[in-house]
């Protein structure tokens, strides 16, 4: 068990361009989470994965973002026609859902910064 | 999720224990309640849980008040690796306790040598 990657770990990226993110969570880890966080904050929740359904996206889950989990194994996040407000850790967790609550183990986070 | 309420700051010295509290006055009967940390420039890490009773493991106990509004997280032995921040979590997606977590600002925990 390696724990949760993501890649790349850091990503430079101009505004306007478009930006993927992967994470590749435990395996057999039926949920996935992604998150954001912004220098001072604590992580804010984008959307979750169980198995390949994404059951849920917050409000701040633009229509420029968008969310994959094919055959609900690694996610991509995609940021399109990126804004310099998008610049921030975002984080991948995941989790297996065996009884009553849940643990999330986070990966180390992609950090985007947009220029 | 049910809101949580911790203080912004806390310190200690190495090797003192460590008592972090956290209030949930308005907890549900099935609501968990989770402990998570961040170590600068890294993604959370799990501590513990709990749902009523105090709980064990190697990185700290978790006690639970008898009315179940607040809760306390003990770190015995502080370290001047347990400098972090330390989020009270009660994750709560229709009526279950798993799902998103709500992060609030936690307590920046410091630890002097």
């Known amino acids: 068990d390696t724990g949760v990657s993501q890649n790349p770990r850091h990503k430079i990226t101009k505004r306007g361009q478009n930006v993927t993110f992967r994470c590749d969570p435990i395996s057999e880890h039926n949920r996935l989470y992604w998150y954001r966080q912004t220098l001072g904050q604590g992580p804010e929740f984008l959307t979750y994965?169980?198995?390949?359904?994404?059951?849920?996206k917050s409000r701040l889950l633009s229509d420029r973002f968008s969310a994959e989990r094919p055959k609900g194994s690694f996610s991509t996040l995609e940021i399109q026609r990126t804004e310099q407000g998008d610049s921030a850790m975002y984080l991948c967790?995941?989790?297996?859902?065996?009884?009553?609550?849940?643990?999330?183990?986070f990966g180390p986070g992609t950090r985007l910064t947009v220029l | 999720d049910a809101k949580t309420t911790q203080p912004n700051s806390m310190e200690s010295n190495e090797e003192e224990p460590v008592h972090l509290p956290c209030n949930h006055s308005?907890?549900?009967?099935?609501?968990?309640i989770h402990w998570y940390r961040q170590l600068p420039s890294q993604g959370p890490e799990y501590v513990i849980h709990g749902l009523t009773s105090n709980v064990n493991n190697r990185m700290a106990s978790l006690a639970i008040a008898e009315d179940r509004k607040s809760s306390t997280l003990i770190l015995h032995r502080a370290t001047l690796r347990d400098a972090a921040v330390y989020y009270c979590i009660l994750p709560n997606a229709g009526g279950t306790s798993y799902g998103k977590l709500t992060f609030g600002q936690g307590t920046i925990l410091t630890v002097h040598p």
């Open positions: 994965f169980q198995n390949e359904a994404q059951l849920e």
């Open positions: 308005t907890i549900s009967g099935t609501d968990y």
């Open positions: 967790a995941s989790s297996s859902v065996a009884g009553a609550t849940d643990t999330q183990y």
